[in-house]
């Protein structure tokens, strides 16, 4: 039953946990709750990392993890849901399952590796998520790395056309990784002519910025934007945290998805 008292758009987050807080479900805590949204959590994964570091992932067994997020479909009315670092096949397995069919969109961020370089997929979880995660998915935001590597393909374009011809409805790759002089980040969809935003490369690097970026965007769908106002108020918002980002650890900075207040 919807409670008419309820201001807040849910958002349903899937993703793995960073003891740093810099990335996964903290990060996109925070990135949808300064949206003006209320995120509620199911853990894929808990990870053993810092902001230099990943040393180990360990996944949730299946079964919980199927009921953690039955239980939050059963009980709240979510309007949108982010998908994050899932940490094995299995886990895939029961996302697929149990948002088959829900009508709200699905934005996934396809974290196949940390920054630091600590691998969290192999070939058969990549074709996995290709066949049956991606005809779900509203918005898929790899960057360059990611989307080269999940679609096979060295041109950017063709691996946009890839994801998106394995049922994507849009494609958003950034272009951090890329050695340009500024960060080219590129919006693909089937219907509309490709999209490029162009933002100032910041200095240093940053412990979940992909968190932040896929999140937010998330958020703004939820609160009734359309996908293109979503993608580009979002790349303003994780730009903002980022300029004015933390040096809490020896390693990549914090977004600091809070700046503005």
């Given at each position: 039953?919807?409670?008419?008292?309820n201001q807040?758009?849910?958002?349903?987050?899937?993703?793995?946990?960073?003891?740093?807080?810099?990335?996964?479900?903290?990060?996109d805590?925070?990135?949808?709750?300064?949206?003006?949204?209320?995120?509620?959590?199911?853990?894929?994964s808990?990870?053993?990392q810092?902001?230099?570091?990943?040393?180990?992932?360990i996944?949730?067994?299946?079964?919980?993890?199927?009921?953690?997020?039955?239980?939050?479909?059963?009980?709240?009315d979510?309007?949108?849901?982010?998908?994050?670092?899932?940490g094995?096949?299995?886990?895939?397995?029961?996302?697929?399952?149990?948002?088959?069919?829900?009508?709200?969109?699905?934005?996934?961020?396809?974290?196949?590796?940390?920054?630091?370089?600590?691998?969290?997929?192999?070939?058969d979880?990549?074709?996995?998520?290709?066949?049956?995660?991606?005809?779900?998915?509203?918005l898929i935001t790899?960057?360059s790395?990611?989307?080269?590597?999940?679609?096979?393909?060295?041109?950017?374009?063709?691996?946009?056309?890839?994801?998106?011809n394995?049922?994507?409805?849009s494609?958003?790759?950034?272009g951090?990784?890329?050695?340009?002089h500024?960060?080219?980040?590129?919006l693909?969809?089937?219907?509309?002519?490709?999209?490029?935003?162009?933002?100032?490369?910041?200095?240093?690097?940053?412990?979940g910025?992909?968190?932040?970026?896929?999140?937010?965007?998330t958020?703004l769908?939820a609160?009734?934007?359309?996908?293109?106002?979503?993608?580009?108020?979002?790349q303003?918002y994780?730009w903002?945290?980022?300029?004015?980002?933390?040096?809490?650890?020896?390693?990549?900075a914090?977004?600091?998805?809070?700046?503005?207040?």
């Amino acid at each position: 039953m919807t409670n008419s008292n309820n201001q807040k758009p849910v958002v349903l987050v899937i993703a793995g946990h960073d003891p740093s807080g810099g990335a996964g479900i903290q990060a996109d805590i925070e990135s949808i709750s300064n949206a003006g949204c209320h995120a509620t959590t199911v853990i894929t994964s808990l990870t053993s990392q810092n902001t230099s570091k990943v040393l180990d992932v360990i996944p949730q067994d299946p079964e919980p993890f199927r009921h953690q997020i039955r239980l939050i479909l059963e009980d709240m009315d979510i309007v949108a849901c982010k998908i994050g670092m899932i940490g094995s096949n299995k886990l895939l397995e029961v996302i697929v399952n149990e948002l088959t069919g829900l009508k709200f969109p699905i934005v996934l961020d396809p974290v196949l590796s940390s920054a630091t370089g600590k691998k969290f997929s192999d070939d058969d979880f990549c074709k996995n998520m290709l066949t049956s995660l991606l005809p779900l998915t509203t918005l898929i935001t790899p960057n360059s790395i990611e989307a080269t590597l999940l679609a096979q393909e060295d041109n950017f374009t063709a691996a946009a056309n890839t994801l998106l011809n394995y049922g994507a409805k849009s494609v958003l790759i950034t272009g951090t990784h890329n050695e340009t002089h500024k960060v080219i980040n590129s919006l693909y969809t089937k219907q509309d002519p490709l999209i490029e935003y162009h933002w100032e490369r910041l200095p240093g690097t940053f412990h979940g910025s992909g968190c932040t970026l896929s999140s937010r965007i998330t958020a703004l769908l939820a609160l009734g934007n359309d996908l293109k106002k979503s993608v580009e108020k979002a790349q303003e918002y994780t730009w903002l945290s980022l300029k004015h980002g933390l040096n809490l650890g020896r390693g990549q900075a914090h977004p600091n998805r809070f700046y503005e207040s």
